[in-house]
T-cell receptor, first 116, second 116 residues
């Protein structure tokens, strides 16, 4: 069965500093990978996704992620964080079930705090 | 576009009562809807997948008689927690997709259920 690990429960970064959130996955084939952000009172919002092709994926809000098959990783990066980036971030892997539905398995999330 | 709403956003009920949570896709037809459960500081756990007009497919360990899912139309799915108990207190999140198989899931803002 597939699984997703986000090793960092909580990260604190100064505003304007760079950010990297770690994500490792376990899956037998090439996975479909996602990063979502969850802000209080709002639904999860898709930041970016990897299906195939270029392993460096650009997303919204200045985020990017790099798929590294050899390391089974899909780390999220941003060169300069803004106070509005404070939120919970979830990495997820998508796998098709027997009915052809793609279902998501989420990591436990990383809470990002931004300090002035 | 692609907005998913949930109602209510917060509900408190007595033990033994049933609670219905609605999930609506506001500007697209949701062929497939998903229900997740999120415990504090934990990840989203998929409970069930429902395709419009079909019975829901439940994940292992999820009691189908306790968590009744109805996906009667292309814009509405409901989750009914029957005979709720304090251990059912959680954050319930739905998502919707406009096609079967693969495609982006759009998430609702969640419903906080507290059972006294």
């Amino acid at each position: 069965a597939q699984s997703v690990t986000q090793p960092d429960i909580h990260i604190t970064v100064s505003e304007g500093a760079s950010l990297e959130l770690r994500c490792n996955y376990s899956y037998g084939a090439t996975p479909y990978l996602f990063w979502y952000v969850q802000s209080p009172g709002q639904g999860l919002q898709l930041l970016l996704k990897y299906f195939s092709g270029d392993t460096l994926v650009q997303g919204i809000k200045g985020f990017e992620a790099e798929f590294k098959r050899s390391q089974s990783s899909f780390n999220l990066r941003k060169p300069s964080v803004h106070w509005s980036d404070a939120a919970e971030y979830f990495c997820a892997v998508g796998v098709e079930d027997n009915f052809g539905n793609e279902k998501l398995t989420f990591g436990t999330g990383t809470r990002l705090t931004i300090i002035p | 576009g692609a907005v998913v709403s949930q109602h209510p956003s917060r509900v408190i009920c007595k033990s033994g009562t049933s609670v219905k949570i609605e999930c609506r896709s506001l500007d697209f037809q949701a062929t497939t809807m998903f229900w997740y459960r999120q415990f504090p500081k934990q990840s989203l756990m998929l409970m069930a997948t429902s395709n419009e007009g079909s019975k829901a497919t439940y994940e292992q360990g999820v009691e189908k008689d306790k968590f009744l899912i109805n996906h009667a139309s292309l814009t509405l799915s409901t989750l009914t927690v029957t005979s709720a108990h304090p251990e059912d207190s959680s954050f319930y999140i739905c998502s919707a997709r406009d096609k079967q198989g693969r495609g982006e899931q759009f998430f609702g803002p969640g419903t906080r259920l507290t059972v006294l």
